[in-house]
């Protein structure tokens, strides 16, 4: 097989929402799944805030405001990936559109709740904190043919898992197991004279259940990808294809893994675990600065007012405004590292994008295929890419 990837066959494999996948294709099921369970998380919202006489926790130990956050993240997620939210605009449209109904209607006669612009407000942190994950995760429109099909290829993975009821399931119960383990573990051994227990409860739970949810997503999808590889499945509708990989379905095509080392991403986890554990260890500077000897002599009106401000909240929500700052600031540390690996991408062919040496005048093959004499790495020769120069660049893709 050639090396070098058609820009076309990039073109058709691509998913797009002005091309509807064909009735009963894995494609059309995923869309299906991700559709019926974003309406299945609003209407279970929806009855759990207006179960009348609803009291969760005692007095001062209330955790309603990071479930509100929670669960709203949740819906603006799921609608995010399937195609009632076809775009950041309109899932946060529909999004605050029912965090307003939902606060509303809570003056309902006979329920015995009201409004709470509180809760609005943590609705709102919720939605904002998940879309700016679902754009830092978003496919970018920078990089080379090579980046651009590993990006396809993962989303098409990603699609092929969520067009089974089973794989739903799974996903579900690994949360749930997650947070069973996490909320207990959290509520035994983080007992502390300032949350109270139930809050420690929620938070582990909610914790637990993103971790196990996260850890059978990316489990499923690196199976799916190799289910697509074993059986030649067409990356735009997911239906297996010919031995030539075009699709007779719809006009996409096969396309195996492209050859060579992609840009090594091992170390994001690490600097954006460690980019939070600073901001976290900032937020508790600010409002524990005047204690720290010698430091007490300094006055900063800003940061007294904030932490003023702050300390006035219930812990519940001031849990929810930290959680929307450590959210976005992570967000953005994986939007620009993802940013950077696409723009280094197109280099490959030019220079190693392992260790960066330049691969001018390296030996390759027919195939335009080599090793890398520095470090051995595989490389490519890769064409110039077909999407530099444009005025999009380094921006994600709206779906």
């Not at 794989?167 to 573990?185: D, E, Q, R, S």
């Not at 986890?269 to 900032?282: H, K």
């Amino acid at each position: 097989m050639a090396r070098t990837l058609l820009p076309d066959h990039l073109d058709a494999i691509e998913p797009s929402r002005h091309r509807l996948p064909s009735r009963g294709s894995p494609q059309w099921w995923s869309r299906h799944w991700c559709r019926t369970a974003a309406i299945l998380a609003m209407l279970i919202l929806l009855v759990g805030t207006h179960i009348p006489k609803l009291v969760i926790g005692p007095p001062g130990d209330g955790p309603d405001k990071l479930l509100h956050f929670f669960g709203f993240a949740v819906i603006a997620t799921l609608l995010r990936i399937s195609d009632l939210g076809r775009n950041a605009v309109r899932t946060g449209f529909i999004a605050f559109s029912l965090a307003i109904v939902d606060e509303v209607t809570q003056e309902l006669p006979g329920l015995n709740r009201s409004f709470d612009l509180m809760d609005l407000l943590a609705d709102a942190a919720g939605i904002i904190t998940a879309l700016a994950w679902c754009a830092a995760l978003a496919p970018t429109r920078r990089g080379s043919s090579s980046h651009r099909l590993r990006q396809i290829r993962r989303f098409a993975g990603l699609r092929l898992m969520l067009a089974s009821p089973m794989n739903w399931l799974h996903i579900t119960t690994a949360g749930v197991l997650g947070a069973m383990l996490v909320g207990v573990f959290l509520g035994v051994g983080g007992r502390n004279p300032i949350i109270g227990p139930i809050t420690m409860v929620v938070v582990g739970g909610l914790t637990g259940f993103v971790a196990g949810a996260v850890l059978v997503v990316e489990a499923g999808c690196r199976h799916s990808i190799r289910r697509i590889d074993g059986q030649r499945r067409c990356l735009s509708c997911l239906r297996q294809t010919s031995s030539e990989g075009a699709c007779s379905h719809c006009e996409g095509w096969y396309l195996p893994a492209p050859f060579g080392r992609e840009v090594p991403d091992r170390q994001v986890l690490f600097r954006v675990s460690i980019l939070v554990l600073v901001v976290a260890v900032s937020i508790v500077g600010v409002f524990f600065y005047p204690a720290i000897p010698g430091m007490s002599v300094i006055r900063l009106p800003v940061l007294e007012s904030l932490a003023r401000w702050h300390g006035q909240l219930q812990i519940s929500m001031s849990m929810v405004v930290d959680a929307t700052f450590l959210g976005v600031i992570a967000a953005w540390f994986v939007w620009w590292h993802r940013r950077r690996t696409a723009i280094a991408s197109e280099q490959e062919g030019r220079f190693c994008l392992v260790c960066g040496h330049d691969l001018h005048g390296a030996p390759h093959d027919e195939l335009e295929r080599g090793r890398c004499p520095e470090c051995g790495a595989d490389f490519a020769m890769d064409p110039p890419n077909a999407m530099a120069g444009t005025t999009k660049q380094g921006e994600n893709v709206t779906r």
